[in-house]
């Protein structure tokens, strides 16, 4: 693991991100229940991806790159945060969504618009094709774009989240189970690598918000080893256990349900705590029922790890109603 603590990194976050106890939520579950706040990191709204581009960045700029090029959905917040590393490194940024542009744009698509990223549009059939195009015509044009994996699900990525589990292990080692939204995969790679290098023994549960079970541990395998590897690190990433559960995709991804507004509305109204539609809406939900089937034991102590998102929420308002407030 030391090799990953002398990874150069460009200074983005706010770190250590805090742990907060829920104790008003965690006795109503009858459970310990705390939480992780990266969506306290800080940048332009925060969240998980901050932690990786620190790590994403430093390489680029070490590539003499002039720009940052990535892609996702309309709403993502990997993209925001990254439109916003490149504007506090001096770089540009070309982001590749998919889905049409909107009269008015809201939540992160606005947020991308204010950072100033290039923004290209694309279908889904047609997203990897159109960042290949963006990345050679920047090229052509005598750029030195860089290309950021969807997500920020490379090595690298998975290296900042190995070292995230260093750092909440420093603030305090004793949980039974993290829980945490995992979708590209590295986040939850990355605490599984960084648990194996720091002796945490805990369940480390991904809630799937896209893939199915199997595909996205073949993600994760895949992220373990290419990390292993790319790093020679002194682990055998065939023996890491992971945990998903693919029982909370509800009607599919960035379609926010009950289960999703339900938890968004109980965290905000029971302890103050903005989740988002897409991402920990879902993992919290699934973190709730799960607890009331009795597959978190009581008593347990619990961290649901924050990985961000709020901004989102402005582009669901239509959603919530008011009724009865
Ligand atoms: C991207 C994202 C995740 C998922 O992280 P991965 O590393 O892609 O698995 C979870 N929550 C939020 C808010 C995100 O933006």
């Known amino acids: ?21 829920l104790p008003r939520l965690g006795s109503e579950l009858g459970i310990e229940l705390w939480v992780k706040r990266d969506d306290l990191t800080g940048l332009a709204f925060g969240g998980n991806k901050t932690r990786k581009l620190e790590l ?24 925001r945060q990254t439109a916003a590393a490149a504007a506090r490194a001096g770089l540009k ?14 939540g992160n698509l606005l947020l991308d618009h204010l950072l100033g990223a290039d923004i290209h549009w694309t279908d889904k059939a047609g997203q990897g094709m159109k960042y290949d195009q963006v990345m050679a015509e920047l090229g052509r044009a005598g750029g030195n774009p860089y290309a950021i994996p969807y997500g920020g699900s ?34 939850q790679a990355g605490l599984i690598l960084g ?21 996205l541990i073949g993600i994760i395998r895949q992220l373990l080893t290419d990390t292993v590897d790319q790093f020679e690190l002194d682990l055998k990433p ?15 991804y960035a379609v926010m349900g009950q289960l999703e507004k339900r938890a968004i509305e109980r965290f905000a109204a029971t302890e103050g705590v903005l989740l988002d539609p897409v991402y920990t809406g879902r993992a919290a939900g699934g973190m709730l029922d799960l607890v009331e089937k009795g597959a978190i034991k009581p008593g347990q102590r619990v961290l649901f790890w924050h990985t961000g998102g709020p901004p989102a929420l402005f582009a669901y308002n239509s959603q919530f109603s008011s009724a009865g407030r």
């Open 56 to 79: 994403l960045v430093a390489d680029a700029q070490a590539n003499g790159a002039d720009t940052l090029v990535t892609t996702g959905a309309i709403q993502s917040n990997h993209c």
């Open 238 to 252: 065939e023996n890491l256990a992971i945990e998903v559960s693919d029982d909370y995709l509800g009607a599919g």
């Open 93 to 106: 940024c070309d982001l590749v969504l998919v889905g049409e542009p909107p009269e008015t744009p809201q």
């Open 154 to 187: 490379n090595p690298l990525g998975v290296a900042a989240y190995a070292l995230a589990m260093k750092e909440l292990l420093d603030q305090d080692p004793a949980f039974d189970a993290i829980m945490l939204a995992s979708s590209s995969g590295g986040t």
């Open 195 to 215: 648990a194996e290098g720091h002796g945490f023994n805990g369940r480390i549960l991904g809630i799937s918000i896209e893939p199915v079970e199997e595909e």
């Open 1 to 21: 693991m030391k090799k990953l603590e002398v990874l150069p990194r460009t200074p983005l976050a706010n770190l250590p991100t805090p742990i907060q106890p």
